[in-house]
């Protein structure tokens, strides 16, 4: 689980400034299952805390996969997400960096949910969010997420370099 912030047009929706990330636009929040696989998104507001929309992420999650039993973020969702998470009988496991870490680090779990992200990020149309409505915004990702699966399943087998 994890969120995206992303650029805004003068017409999209959400617009608020995130001064971390120097961004002025709405947070894509993204569950993805271990394979990278799609399982749910929301579009809020760019100052919205992770952990404010995480539960309700999370809410959802628990609704659509009833054997939901472990979730992997990262530091932002705290306060709130992992007592939410115990509640509805799931494990909020918080990735983080080696304290006195310096530089990129591959942390484990977390790549997963960034190759999402690398993937659906391939359409135009989601470099930017143009979408007037938050449910046209969650539509166009998962049309994107859609795309990706389809031209995976059409491409012909590689033969393995291992045999």
């Known amino acids: 689980?994890?969120?995206?912030?992303?650029?805004?047009?003068?017409?999209?929706?959400?617009?608020?400034y995130v001064a971390g990330k120097k961004v002025n636009g709405p947070k894509r929040m993204t569950a993805v299952d271990v394979e990278g696989n799609l399982l749910a998104v929301q579009i809020t507001g760019g100052v919205?805390?992770?952990s404010t929309c995480?539960?309700?992420?999370?809410?959802e999650l628990a609704e659509?996969?009833?054997d939901l039993r472990q979730v992997w973020c990262d530091q932002g969702?705290?306060?709130?997400?992992?007592?939410?998470?115990?509640?509805?009988g799931t494990t909020a496991t918080t990735i983080s960096r080696a304290p006195g870490s310096v530089g990129f680090?591959?942390?484990p779990r977390r790549w997963v949910v960034e190759r999402f992200f690398a993937?659906?990020?391939?359409a135009r149309r989601l470099a930017r969010d143009f979408e007037r409505l938050a449910s046209t915004a969650v539509t166009v990702v998962e049309v994107a997420y859609v795309r990706t699966m389809?031209?995976?399943?059409?491409?012909?087998?590689?033969?393995?370099p291992h045999i």
């Open 64 to 66: 659509q996969f009833l």
């Open 77 to 88: 969702f705290r306060r709130g997400f992992t007592d939410r998470a115990a509640e509805l």
């Open 54 to 59: 995480g539960v309700d992420l999370l809410q």
């Open 150 to 160: 389809l031209r995976r399943l059409t491409r012909p087998a590689q033969p393995s």
């Open 105 to 107: 680090h591959v942390l």
């Open 48 to 50: 919205i805390s992770e």
């Open 1 to 16: 689980m994890d969120s995206q912030t992303v650029r805004s047009s003068e017409a999209g929706h959400g617009r608020s």
């Open 119 to 122: 993937w659906i990020s391939r």
